[in-house]
């Protein structure tokens, strides 16, 4: 059974950092996209970034880059999000998921509806 699941979320101040973990169980994560999305109260979901190992692409989303990391752990079979100088409008629940490879992520995007599985999510909040 495919299950991805997040951790890592919390309560930080403005330019604080968190590290986000997706660790995934019924698949090998190294063969297949994985994206980071979020969804803020009262806003649509926003892709975030994606990493496609096999065809070697990463994506961030324009307001997180420079300030986000997406990177894996094979043996782990996880996925993490290394979000840096945060700010309140980064303040939403965080999702990770995984899509095909060849699908879901692009060098100018994420595309949401190519995602197989989706986690449930973890809650990041920035606020003094």
């Known amino acids: 059974q495919v299950q991805l699941v997040e951790s890592g979320g919390d309560l930080v101040q403005p330019g604080g950092s968190v590290r986000l973990s997706c660790a995934a169980s019924g698949f090998e994560m190294e063969y297949y996209a994985i994206g980071w999305f979020r969804r803020a109260p009262g806003k649509e979901r926003e892709a975030v970034a994606c990493?496609?190992?096999?065809?070697?692409?990463?994506y961030y989303a324009d307001s997180v880059k420079g300030r986000f990391t997406i990177d894996r752990d094979t043996a782990k079979n996880t996925v993490y999000l290394r979000m840096n100088s945060l700010q309140p409008d980064d303040t939403a629940v965080y999702y990770c998921a995984s899509a095909d490879s060849g699908y879901g992520c692009y060098g100018s995007s994420s595309r949401s509806r190519e995602y197989d599985h989706w986690g449930q999510g973890t809650q990041v909040t920035v606020s003094s």
């Open positions: 990493d496609n190992r096999m065809s070697r692409i990463t």
